[in-house]
């Protein structure tokens, strides 16, 4: 098979509009491991994007061995991404795995046993909760977890401690995706389907590197527009990315806008629809509230005023709004390019205006995608392991509380809903102030992936909060700990997850986790069974032991809410293809596309939230909610722009975004474990743009320092296709390495860089606005060990110097993909 690290999308398999998508399935075994060795083969979905592809796990003498694409699966027709192929299940073999829990002596983390470990996180939960109550106690946890863990920490967390401070990664991922649903449409949930892409007219990438980030929907995007009767793509990213490229290709528009402007810009094509008649007023008068109040709010943002904010083409913007208001169908896509630049959720609604405007929602080629970023993002938010109440019931509505209550047979009261949930950033200002006291972080990893780095670590240093972390490895963020919790991977335990369409997938156990390590679910039932918490009867509060059990429950939590999952069940799930939600007695076979009658989820009884207001954040009281009586008409809500939080000055004069690669999947505790990505991308970079480089005397490869005023970091340069005034850093490198574990890499880290700001409405930090300076350090002669077939390739027109050209790739020690599980080396942490 060919080198899916150089040919990250595949051979092409390009089809008619209308045509379904054909099959190709991809497939990749561990070296020396033949077809014909493998023992089984175990149904799953890949859970290193929010794509969701359906595979089967290859086992042979008990270890995953490998992964192949099912050709039935609705979201990948077969097939995966270099991710899915060579990093999905190798990490799983590694020797580094934990294997048994560990707890601080001393100062130092030690090996321990379950009883031991689990015995600290009891004993001090219920000094705590005696000495100080609920309040202090707060959850982390990850968009990568499965359904079932979500639910049950869920139910523990809001029925049994009745703790507000509850959140996930998610808020660094998809909150304003979730939010930017709500102030719309009333409720979270994915209007739009990929199918889509087989139908529309046009695709519109809003911040959304696809190429990079879901590699198995841009390959279907390419088998459209390298087909006859091309939809035409349009790329919002101040980076040319390969998403960038085919937008001028397909004779659509890359518009690149200074970073921190996306609002002025959106408010711009807005406008533009207004101004030329190209809003279905009928359908907006009849389905939508506010579109008088919305033009008044873009008024101002004509293309040249746009273009003076954005510093982009006036022609461009009007281009770009032409496709969108000519084109019959358009499929839109948003990622962190909005939602985590400024101004994310009235950027993001935009998007969803933009559609409303022209009617083109719930109707096949005519969606929109506010994408999702981690595999298990959306059930964090279904289930309740947020700041959310479970199927998406709104905390501010006694009703809605009161029936959650009644299902989990608890006192309302227990249920915190007296005030808004508390998000991630205040859940570690809380730990860092010493409110909170016990924090338990399941797999995520905020060391390095949340802002300001420098801060994370002392909060996390600190011994004024215990904390207990839950993963795979020792993490930056384990290392921290009090407690370590060895935890069952992907393939190692049974669960389910929904991905960014709604497409729910059953991944079932392969292998055995290694040594003591034990499921999320195990470990938060232990957890519950050791506090003892009950319902209102005396029973145990958590009904359920195994993961189809927990399923089942939620299965009730989810009925008649909009993500009903009650027609699923693991037989079902067991079928050939995942199925989305809603599925349920009038559709049993799941739903493609929601809102196709044009009815949302915007009654008060219905709601998941009375809104907010874009720019500030003020909250829209239930009486005046009501007052609007929205009663299933959608919401068009507009912002002004504002300048972001930090711009350039004199000091640091270039602005500071980041991101990531194909290559690697966040803090790369699974992705370097694969020899062949790791190779692929083996260290961190920053890209410049030509003429700043020139300005600043920086030849490709140079070690440069970029600072701002939080920190800083020292890495190899790529004179690479941001835009002027630019630096792009990928975050996915901490101190952990591969090559060398014991060596610390103190200074690489994107985060050290980045602040702790935050959107008013989904509470997401902007990770991707920030001022900066950098510097020339030293020459290296070689080139940035940045990927050379990517966004991140060298610029064109200055040619990189030393021996790489373009083929960047630095050479890194062979890590073979281990298919035995050799014997643990004695630890010593
Ligand atoms: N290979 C890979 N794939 C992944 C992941 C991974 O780690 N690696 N992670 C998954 C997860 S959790 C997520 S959330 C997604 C993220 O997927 P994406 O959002 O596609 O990824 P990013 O690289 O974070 O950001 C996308 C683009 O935003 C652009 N950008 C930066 N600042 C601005 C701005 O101000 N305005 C605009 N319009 N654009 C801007 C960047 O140039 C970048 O190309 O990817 C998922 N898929
Ligand atoms: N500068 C900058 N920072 C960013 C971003 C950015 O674009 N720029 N993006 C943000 C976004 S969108 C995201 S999603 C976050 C991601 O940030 P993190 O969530 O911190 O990154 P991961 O490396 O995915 O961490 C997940 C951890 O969970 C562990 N794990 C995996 N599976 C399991 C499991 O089944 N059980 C347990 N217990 N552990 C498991 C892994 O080993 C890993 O340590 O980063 C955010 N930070
Ligand atoms: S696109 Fe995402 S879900 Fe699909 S194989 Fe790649 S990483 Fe996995
Ligand atoms: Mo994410």
Redesign the pocket.
């Known amino acids: 098979m060919a080198d899916r690290i150089v040919d990250v999308w595949g051979t092409r398999t390009p089809h008619e509009r209308g045509t379904e998508w054909p099959t190709r399935v991809d497939q990749h075994l561990a070296e020396g491991v033949r077809e014909e060795d493998v023992e089984r083969w175990v149904p799953s979905a890949c859970v290193l994007c929010s794509n969701g592809c359906g595979c089967d796990i290859a086992v042979t003498n008990g270890v995953m061995v490998g992964v192949r694409g099912r050709a039935t699966d609705a979201v990948n027709h077969g097939r995966l991404g270099p991710k899915g192929l060579y990093g999905s299940w190798a990490w799983a073999n590694s020797p580094e795995r934990l294997t048994r829990p560990l707890v601080r002596e001393n100062g130092r983390l030690v090996e321990s046993d379950w009883e031991t470990a689990m015995g600290r996180v009891v004993d001090v939960s219920r000094r705590l909760l005696a000495e100080k109550g609920p309040l202090s106690h707060g959850f982390y946890t990850?968009?990568?977890?499965f359904l079932e863990e979500y639910y049950t920490l869920g139910v523990i967390g809001k029925g049994g401690l009745g703790t507000p401070h509850m959140d996930g990664?998610t808020r660094?991922?998809t909150a304003t995706s979730a939010a930017a649903f709500k102030e719309s449409f009333g409720t979270d949930g994915q209007p739009g389907t990929y199918s889509d892409i087989e139908h529309c007219d046009a695709i519109f990438l809003f911040g959304h590197n696809m190429a990079e980030t879901q590699t198995v929907l841009w390959a279907r995007i390419l088998d459209r527009t390298r087909a006859q009767d091309p939809p035409k793509v349009v790329c919002v990213d101040p980076r040319r990315t390969k998403v960038a490229e085919e937008a001028v290709r397909t004779g659509g528009v890359h518009l690149a806008p200074r970073v921190g402007t996306n609002l002025a810009l959106m408010n711009g094509l807005t406008r533009e629809l207004f101004a030329h008649g190209w809003v279905d007023d009928q359908w907006v008068e009849h389905h939508t509230l506010g579109a008088d109040s919305l033009r008044e709010t873009v008024e101002p943002y004509t293309p040249e005023e746009v273009a003076r904010v954005c510093e982009v083409d006036a022609e461009d913007v009007r281009r770009a709004a032409r496709i969108f208001g000519e084109s019959r169908r358009v499929l839109s896509t948003v990622l962190?390019g909005f939602y985590?630049s400024h101004q994310a959720t009235a950027a993001s609604v935009a998007v969803n205006n933009m559609h409303l405007l022209r009617a083109m929602i719930g109707r096949p080629g005519a969606g929109v995608l506010q994408m999702n970023?981690?595999p298990t993002a959306q059930n964090t938010r279904e289930c309740g392991a947020d700041g959310d109440l479970p199927g998406f019931r709104n905390w501010d509505s006694v009703d809605h509380v009161r029936d959650l209550a009644a299902l989990w047979n608890v006192d309302e009261l227990t249920i915190p809903h007296w005030a808004p949930p508390t998000h991630a950033m205040q859940i570690f200002r809380y730990a860092e102030q010493g409110s909170i006291g016990w924090l338990w972080i399941?797999?995520?990893?905020?060391a390095?992936?949340m802002p300001e780095s420098a801060r994370i670590r002392k909060i996390l240093q600190s011994r004024k909060c215990f904390t207990i972390v839950?993963?795979?490895?020792l993490?930056e963020t384990a290392e921290f700990a009090d407690v370590v919790l060895p935890?069952a991977?992907?393939g190692e335990k049974t669960g389910c997850f929904t991905n960014a369409d709604r497409t729910v997938h059953l991944s079932r156990k392969a292998v055995e986790p290694p040594g003591e390590a034990r499921s999320?679910l195990d470990i938060f039932l232990m957890y519950a069974d050791a506090m003892g918490f009950t319902d209102q009867d005396g029973a145990p509060l958590v009904k359920w032991r195994s993961p189809q059990e927990a399923f089942d429950a939620w299965r009730e939590c989810s009925r008649g809410r909009p993500c009903d999952y009650t027609g699923l069940s693991y037989e079902k799930l067991s079928g050939p293809s995942g199925i989305p939600w809603p599925c349920n007695e009038d559709s049993p076979e799941g739903t493609e596309r929601l809102y196709a009658d044009s009815v949302f989820n915007t009654a008060p009884d219905q709601c998941e939230t009375y809104g907010h207001d874009l720019l500030t954040g003020g909250t829209v009281s239930p009486t005046q909610y009501r007052a609007l009586a929205p009663g299933g008409r959608a919401l068009l809500k507009g912002a002004a722009y504002e300048p972001p939080h930090e711009d350039t000055d004199s000091d640091y004069p270039l602005l500071y975004s980041?991101?990531?690669t194909v290559y690697h999947?966040?803090?790369r505790?699974?992705t370097a474990r694969s020899a062949k990505l790791n190779r692929a991308a083996p260290d961190a970079w920053v890209e410049l743009s030509p003429s700043d480089a020139t300005q600043l005397g920086i030849d490709e490869g140079d070690l440069v320092r970029v600072e701002s005023p939080r920190g800083a970091i020292e890495v190899q340069a790529r004179i690479g296709h941001v835009r002027p005034g630019t630096v792009f850093a990928p975050?996915h490198y901490g101190t952990w390495d591969l090559d060398e574990p014991a060596r610390a890499h103190p200074s690489r880290q994107?985060?050290e860089l980045?602040m702790t700001v935050w959107d008013p409405v989904s509470k997401q930090p902007y990770?991707k606005t920030a001022a900066c300076r950098v510097r020339k350090i030293a020459a290296s002669g070689r080139p940035a060990p940045a990927p050379a077939h990517t966004a991140s390739a060298p610029a064109p027109t200055r040619p990189p110097g030393g021996e790489g050209g373009a083929d960047a790739v630095t050479p890194s020690r062979e890590h073979a993909d281990a298919p035995e599980r050799p014997s643990n080396p004695p630890r010593s942490v």
């Open positions: 990850s968009g990568q977890l990664n660094l991922c962190q985590q970023g981690q399941s797999a995520t990893n905020p390095v992936s839950q993963d795979l490895f993490t935890a991977g992907w999320d980041t991101g990531r999947f966040h803090t505790t699974k975050f994107a985060n980045t990770f």
